[in-house]
């Protein structure tokens, strides 16, 4: 198959779609990206890219056609929405004319903002393709959960957008049975809708291996509770600090924060405030290849978000990650990402936006045997081989995409 990948994220930035992408090419059909120019999560540009330069290449086969977009900055409101509609015009206006030729298909990827279906439906009108849409963030819901949005009559725009989107698409995915519900709500036929998880990168499935050359930061010895990903304020940061905070007399327990994004240096200058530089290590972001052996070295990962009835229906990427390399996991979680880790027998949960249930959790975490967490780690990756296991699901997607094919031809 021909297939037009729409999404404002991809290589050099960490996002599952590149992975999927990979592995549909290996697969043997033709990929196309339409993408902006790389700036997440630091808000900007990507040393090499810029408004004129890189803005088509090819990366392990893909063909990459870049819009361009006002890069996000700080994250603030404003600028995160110019980022957004920026990428949505440039892509419906400039992208047909640099991806000439028919597709078979249209597939956007929609982590946050859902704009980015805005010119995957240009592309569908002009290309006469199936459309077919993965949810991973639900509009306009969590942008009143981010505190983003707060205008009704702003809100009642974007759910009437959101509602023309999901009656233009072929097939909705959802990343979590817990969208289902609100997607149908938004006015899509229950018929399109399909469960569709995230997985794990194979590198995280994979033995993690030394690499030559590459020397990792030297960890501070003792317990350490590991998070890696976007430091954002869905992830609930002030409720870790305070944990960090209620534990800080426990010497031997270390958080160590793999990533970056608009929260960053304000939990720097927190966990400065709070005196909490000897036990919260703030690390930056590394290489998605470098994770499992970050992951190797910590006694516990952690997963937080904050505490929101939008985000208790959500799966955090990161569980899947957590789970694939088979690691104990403390979740500071509601809803659908609790349960998993609860079903997995993979770690133990405490609800959102309580930091005095997520220090007692690390307390309990670091009074166990080494063995009980070990065996822990080892649910976490048979769970994972169970309902995540990435080959399948994208054989799955490589199904419902030939079946939008076959009923369009039709």
Request: glycine residues 8%; contains cysteine.
């Amino acid at each position: 198959m021909k297939i037009l990948i729409v999404t404002q994220y991809f290589w050099p930035e960490n996002f599952r779609i590149n992975d999927l992408a990979c592995e549909l090419h290996a697969r043997g059909h033709a990929v196309t990206v339409v993408t902006g120019i790389p700036n997440y999560p630091a808000g900007r540009f990507y040393p090499g890219y810029g408004w004129l330069r890189r803005r088509r290449e090819n990366w392990n086969g893909i063909d990459i056609v870049r819009c361009a977009l006002l890069p996000r900055g700080a994250g603030g409101g404003v600028r995160l929405a110019l980022n957004y509609l920026s990428f949505a015009l440039s892509a419906s206006l400039l992208a047909p004319w640099r991806c000439r030729g028919e597709f078979d298909v249209i597939f956007a990827f929609e982590p946050s903002p859902i704009t980015v279906a805005l010119p995957a439906m240009v592309f569908k009108w002009l290309k006469r393709a199936p459309l077919l849409l993965w949810v991973l963030d639900l509009w306009p819901e969590s942008l009143t959960a981010a505190g983003a949005v707060r205008s009704p009559a702003m809100l009642g725009l974007i759910g009437k957008m959101v509602r023309a989107i999901y009656r233009s698409c072929d097939v909705i995915l959802a990343q979590s049975r817990g969208f289902v519900p609100r997607i149908e709500q938004m006015g899509a036929a229950p018929e399109k809708i399909r469960y569709f998880p995230s997985w794990a990168e194979s590198v995280f499935t994979a033995e993690p291996a030394a690499r030559p050359g590459v020397k990792l930061p030297a960890l501070p010895p003792g317990f350490r509770v590991m998070f890696a990903g976007n430091v954002g304020a869905a992830q609930g940061f002030a409720s870790i600090l305070d944990a960090a905070t209620i534990l800080k007399s426990h010497t031997d327990i270390h958080w160590v924060i793999l990533g970056e994004g608009r929260m960053l240096e304000w939990a720097r200058s927190e966990a400065r405030a709070r005196k909490l530089e000897a036990s919260v290590h703030l690390l930056g972001a590394y290489p998605l290849e470098l994770m499992p052996l970050f992951f190797r070295q910590a006694d516990v990962m952690l997963v937080t978000l904050k505490h929101d009835p939008i985000f208790a229906l959500t799966i955090p990427a990161k569980v899947q990650s957590y789970l694939a390399c088979g690691r104990p996991i403390a979740a500071m979680l509601d809803g659908e990402g609790a349960r998993i880790v609860t079903e997995a027998g993979a770690g133990l949960a405490s609800p959102a936006g309580n930091p005095q249930a997520l220090a007692d959790n690390i307390l309990a975490f670091n009074r166990m045997p080494a063995a009980a967490r070990e065996d822990m780690g080892k649910a976490a990756r048979n769970y994972y081989d169970l309902h995540f296991e990435r080959g399948r699901l994208i054989a799955q997607f490589e199904g419902w995409l030939r079946e939008a094919v076959e009923q369009r031809s039709n």
